[in-house]
Structures are given as C-alpha cells and as structure tokens.
C-alpha cells in the first residue's frame, strides 16, 4: 500500500507539474518579432509597438522591409517573425499560402489606404505643387519638369512599387493620355527607385522633390501631400473591376493584379512566440488600437479572414466580422 500510495503521488506530481508548464508555455511572455510593410514604420514605431508594450508587458520587435521581399525572406529562411503585417493581400496568396511552401493557413484585413503625391515643402519645386493643390496644374504636368527628381519604390520587392506603375496607367485611361508612364522612364528605373523605409527620409532630406507614398505615411509624418482621384489612388473597394485590369509581373515570375489597397496581418508558421503573436495580433484588431491606426492616417476596413478560419487563434476569431475575396 505505501507503494502503491508513493506511485500515485509521485504521478499526480507529474501531471500537476505539467499542468503548470503548460500554463506557463500559453501565458504570453517575453519579445514578439513583427516583420511589417515598410510604410507602417511610423505607425508602429511610435504608436502601435510602445501602446501594445504598456498594455501587454510584452516586449515589441519590429522590422519595416518591402512586403513583397519581407514575404519572400521568410520563405527563404532569412527571417522568422512572429508576425507578418502586409500592404497587400495578394503577397499572402502568391508567397506565403502556395500548396508548394504554406507558411500560413490565414490572414485578416484590419485597415487600408489610398496612394498620393508627397513633395517636400523646402523643394525648389514648392511652387508647382502649390499650384497643383490650388486646381491651376495637372500633377502629372508638374512631374515633368526639367530637374525635378521623383523617387518611388521597387516594384519587384514592394507593393508601393508596383501600385505606382498602376497608378500610371489607370492615370492613361481616366484622363485619356497615353503618355505619362513615360515620367517614371521604365518600371524599374534605377533613377526612381530607393528602398521602400529609406523613400520617405531621402525625400525629407532634400535627395528628391515627390514621390509616391501611401496617405498614413505622409500623414505620419506631417509631409504635404496631393490627394489623388479614387479612379487611381487604389483606396475604393467599389472600384475593385476597374483596378484589376492591370497586372505586374515581378522578376522573379510572380503576377500580381492590382486591387483596393489593404493591410493584412498573420501568425506564420514560423513564429516562435505563438501565445506573444496572439497577443499582438488582437491588440491590432482590437477597439483602442483600431482608434490609433486610424488617428495615424490609415483608413478604416473591416476584419476580413481569407484561409482556414479554424486555424485563426480562438480569442482572435470573434472579431472576425466576415470572409475577404482577394
């Protein structure tokens, strides 16, 4: 009997001992790793990243990369976030969701934007976009100034990129000019292109006089900007058809068609702090941070889910207000 009474302690012991681990291992602790779109750096750098340490304990770590190489490091094994935040949906489908490499099962839209013109307000070219603002000059005029320097990202690593060459050709077709791609003088033009987290600071230094951001951005940053019609700026969900008619295909073979401008966010596989990206993720879609992301200059959306809904964290799910179509 002493036997069999020592037996049974030393095994509800054991499984007492487990239950705590286990209690210990879901209580999210320590640093969650966000690898981000580059144009959230000032979202989350200043307001989301320190908002969600105050709330959560948890350490913040991020890192701001083109969505489309930031997508592709992690399938190369070159980055392991905890979470990935996107400007575009299609980066999920087209990288990280392929039946040949799924590295998610799921992501949900939480906010949007729309495309602008940002031109730096010390630029020797002020004047032109101050008539441009005033209704006197096309935008597209004022770009083709002789000397005036024009900076946007590269459309094979970001969605920013590849935005602005649809940008241009949906410019064509809504003010019936066949012409003004050639202001961006080939779609990789190595004159243009700077890498997506350093466009914003080369602009703000002097190194270029416009280029093409999304509206949080120049918002963020308090830089005067030039609104763009829906037709082109890729903000209006009605306008989905009409976007979709142009398509780009990177260098390494990846298409992608153009659609409304969103931002997603996923828990990939690769994650290593799954209870911390659970905790971060829903203090994103959450009421308190939904009013600072949009304080911030992103527009609203709704909480749309593509993927395996079963897969989504059960304390994420109910905040999943319906299925997004890409």
């Known amino acids: 009997m002493r036997i069999l009474l020592a037996v049974l302690v030393l095994f509800w012991s054991s499984v007492v001992g ?40 948890l350490i913040y770590q991020g890192e701001g990369q083109g969505s489309l190489g930031a997508a592709k490091m992690i399938s ?9 935040i996107s400007a575009d949906a299609a980066v999920n489908d087209k990288v990280l969701m392929t039946p040949a490499k799924k590295l998610t099962d799921w992501y949900v839209t939480f906010a949007s934007s729309a495309m602008v013109l940002g031109y730096n307000p010390n630029s020797k070219f002020k004047s032109l976009f101050e008539q441009v603002q005033a209704g006197k000059l096309p935008w ?25 060459l649809f940008l241009f050709h949906l410019a064509e077709s809504f003010y019936h000019k066949n012409d003004l791609s050639a202001v961006l003088g080939g779609p990789t033009n190595p004159k243009q ?45 009605s306008l989905a058809a009409l976007y979709k008619e142009q398509k780009f295909t990177t260098d390494k073979g990846v298409t992608i068609t153009a659609s409304p401008i969103v931002f997603t966010v996923t828990i990939p ?18 009421g308190k941070d939904r009013n600072l992301i949009e304080q911030c200059g992103l527009l609203p959306s709704a909480i749309l889910v593509n993927g395996d809904k079963t897969k989504v964290p059960s304390d994420i799910r109910p905040l999943i207000e319906g299925a997004f179509a890409p």
């Open 269 to 286: 596989h690769t994650a290593k702090n799954v209870p911390g990206a659970d905790a971060f993720v829903r203090f994103l879609l959450a």
């Open 76 to 84: 190369d094994g070159l980055r392991s976030p905890d979470v990935f």
């Open 193 to 237: 292109i700077y890498p997506e987290p350093e466009l914003l600071i080369r602009m703000e230094s002097g190194q270029i006089d416009a280029g093409f951001f999304y509206r949080h951005e120049v918002v963020a940053h308090k830089v005067p900007f030039i609104e763009l019609p829906k037709e082109i700026n890729q903000s209006d969900p």
């Open 18 to 57: 487990l239950w705590a681990q286990d209690a210990t291992q879901s209580k999210p602790s320590g640093t969650v790793q966000v690898l981000y779109a580059g144009s959230l750096g000032a979202v989350l750098e200043k307001t989301v990243g320190p908002e969600f340490e105050k709330s959560s304990g």
């Open 140 to 164: 597209y005029e004022a770009l083709k100034t002789p000397g005036l320097k024009i900076g946007r990202t590269d459309p094979n690593l970001d969605p920013k990129g590849y935005r602005t």
